[in-house]
């Protein structure tokens, strides 16, 4: 789903400005729509909008603070939930006329399916501008993702009789290396529906209400087949069944469970195309990924046929994401063989740890800026000729050509964008250490020895 994240998130405050302010004139009712609404436009911000992990923890958070001041206005105004409305409502209607609140029953159940399916249509990813082509390294998981999930749609005659394509595949490794990343790929890739979800779309505090928005994202998934689901952090829904776990959980997992077991055909398992031939039918793929796999279900395992280790990146895939989070028109000095010195000086590092490393050594050059009490002109590196000739650069107090002035002394224009040297790349590296350790990598490991399938 393309989307405009500004605009996003400038609705949501706008919303939550307005919520406030009816909350302060005592309009609850009409302040509790708008803190609703306020909390699904973050929401929405946060699953398809890029931005740091930081943020969508800061967004997170003022969204429960809504819905907590939501359930505070509700018992202000004496709402009823809806599924407590539905109930008193058929009871009234059983007690004047019995086949009356059937009708009613139905009525309200239809609509809270409607409700649920819309919610997951507006979850359908289309066009997220990102290819195979833009994922560095992985290419043992790209070659299994273009057989499993391109190859079945674009050519359905090579899966006939005993050559299925798989139903369920999951992703999994370290936090980082560019599992969702990976999803977003394969809307591109791939012309068939792609639905892409995480567990604040499924559960929910209504009892049974879980459960039954399982059973309509695969309702929707069927309906617009063939579609490829995308569940990311999946252990968030499908975790072990224990004395631990809550009956909702273990009801969500048990859902999810018979669900998947009729993604991968229709109901006879075959279909007919144009000219004859018997073919597989693609029906629904199931892709999910989370960071700690050896959590989840062992029945949602075994559906997850296909389980495909995304490791940490090799020390070429280090260097080229190196260069590429720096960006190919950053002003720097680093030279072509420091990209594998910085490399090498990074085992253990995701991409994720990578891209933080490059914004730290990007920032470095405009701290010198700030803190700089001489500068120097220069000729402008650019060469544009829409810009000055000579441009003032940060200098020593010692050099030749220095001037003593402060950045505020120098027009906007007239400064010269500082480079990114080796130096800033190695602080940078330095300050930023990588989010996995050697215990957890042992761990993955494991898993893939006894569960998995290793790849690089």
């Not at 930081?54 to 997170?60: H, P, V």
């Not at 990102?130 to 391109?150: P, T």
């Not at 370290?174 to 969702?180: A, I």
Request: proline share 5%; hydrophobic share 35%; aromatic share 6%.
């Amino acid at each position: 789903m393309t989307m405009d994240l500004a605009t996003t998130i400038k609705t949501a405050t706008e919303l939550a400005q307005q919520a406030t302010t009816e909350d302060k004139n005592h309009n609850y009712e009409v302040a509790a729509r708008a803190y609703m609404a306020a909390a699904q436009w973050f929401l929405h911000a946060t699953k398809y909008g890029t931005m740091s992990e930081t943020t969508k923890i800061n967004i997170r958070t003022t969204v429960d603070s809504y819905l907590k001041r939501v359930e505070e206005l509700k018992k202000v105004t004496g709402q009823q939930s809806p599924k407590k409305q539905a109930v008193a409502s058929g009871r009234t209607n059983h007690r004047e006329n019995s086949k009356g609140g059937r009708d009613n029953d139905e009525e309200d159940a239809d609509s809270d399916k409607r409700r649920r399916m819309q919610k997951f249509e507006g979850a359908i990813v289309s066009n997220p501008q990102v290819s195979f082509n833009d994922v560095v390294g992985l290419k043992h998981a790209k070659s299994a993702l273009q057989e499993a999930v391109i190859l079945p749609i674009k050519y359905p005659k090579l899966f006939t009789g005993k050559r299925k394509p798989w139903a369920g595949i999951l992703l999994y490794g370290p936090p980082g290396t560019g599992k969702s990343y990976l999803g977003k790929a394969i809307a591109t890739e791939c012309k068939s529906t792609f639905i892409s979800i995480s567990s604040s779309d499924i559960l929910t505090k209504w009892v049974g209400e879980a459960e039954q928005s399982v059973k309509s994202l695969f309702e929707l998934a069927r309906e617009r087949k063939p579609c490829i689901v995308f569940i990311d952090e999946i252990d968030a829904l499908c975790g072990q069944r224990n004395d631990t776990g809550t009956e909702t959980s273990k009801r969500v997992v048990t859902e999810f469970l018979v669900q998947m077991d009729g993604v991968g055909t229709n109901n006879s398992g075959t279909e007919t195309d144009n000219t004859g031939v018997e073919t597989n039918s693609p029906g629904v793929l199931v892709l999910a990924a989370t960071n700690i796999p050896w959590q989840l279900d062992t029945g949602i395992r075994r559906r997850l046929e296909k389980r495909i280790y995304i490791p940490l990146p090799g020390v070429n895939e280090r260097a080229a994401m190196f260069k590429t989070h720096l960006g190919i028109n950053t002003y720097h000095t680093i030279n072509d063989h420091e990209w594998m010195e910085l490399a090498e000086k990074a085992e253990h590092y995701s991409g994720a740890d990578i891209a933080v490393v490059c914004r730290e050594a990007l920032l470095r050059p405009v701290r010198r800026l700030v803190e700089a009490t001489h500068f120097k002109q220069v000729p402008n590196p650019t060469k544009n000729p829409e810009e000055p000739t000579n441009v003032w650069l940060a200098c020593s107090p010692g050099d030749p050509h220095a001037q003593s002035m402060t950045l505020d002394k120098i027009e906007p224009d007239d400064l010269c964008n500082p480079p990114v040297t080796m130096s800033d790349m190695l602080a940078a590296l330095n300050t930023q250490r990588p989010t996995v350790g050697s215990d957890e990598l042992a761990k993955y490991q494991k898993f893939t020895e006894e569960y998995g399938q290793q790849g690089s």
